[in-house]
């Protein structure tokens, strides 16, 4: 089971930590991705890391405000969300990819949890 928390409602400029934790399994020979779906839109990945070689994947809309950390010990990828903005407004989904590829696209990833939603006011 996947388990994402970590949302909420933040005003524009601000951060939030979203988590995916693993329950009945471990995150080991996997990759870890977050996807968001905003209202009206088709759910987009955000970013990915891949279990293979450590590689990490950001959307160009959020790199340089996101980041991804895999916490081995507590079987958890992290997802740091700073200067947010309206635009971000969405619900997060983790998901897993079984095959532990570096891809981070929306069909390769297998196991999927519920999301948490995040709202950023202006």
């Known amino acids: 089971q996947l388990q994402a928390s970590g949302g909420g409602l933040v005003q524009a400029g601000g951060s939030l930590r979203l988590s995916c934790a693993a329950s009945g399994f471990t995150f080991e020979g996997y990759s870890i991705g977050w996807f968001r779906r905003a209202p009206g839109k088709e759910r987009e990945a955000v970013s990915c890391?891949?279990?293979?070689?450590?590689?990490?994947y950001y959307a160009d809309s959020v790199k340089g405000r996101f980041t991804i950390v895999s916490d081995n010990a507590q079987n958890t990828v992290h997802l740091n969300l700073k200067t947010l903005k309206p635009e971000d407004t969405a619900v997060y989904y983790c998901?897993?990819?079984?095959?532990?590829?570096?891809?981070?696209?929306?069909?390769?990833?297998?196991?999927w949890g519920q999301g948490t939603q995040v709202t950023v006011s202006s």
């Open positions: 998901a897993v990819d079984l095959l532990g590829g570096s891809s981070c696209a929306v069909y390769e990833y297998d196991y």
């Open positions: 890391i891949s279990s293979t070689d450590g590689s990490t």
